[in-house]
């Protein structure tokens, strides 16, 4: 059981660590895709 709780833990910060990794990702996408909509506006 405590084994399982462990891993469980372990789970669940790579999990946090990986979405917080996506969110860095995704928002330089999105800074990246305004500056093209911007430069192709002008």
Known sequence: ???RGSNQMAINIIN???M???D???T???LYSFRLFHLLKS
Request: hydrophobic share 55%; aromatic share 26%.
């Open 28 to 30: 330089i996408i999105l």
């Open 16 to 18: 946090l660590r990986g």
């Open 24 to 26: 860095s990702t995704n």
């Open 1 to 3: 059981m405590y084994f």
């Open 20 to 22: 917080e990794f996506f």
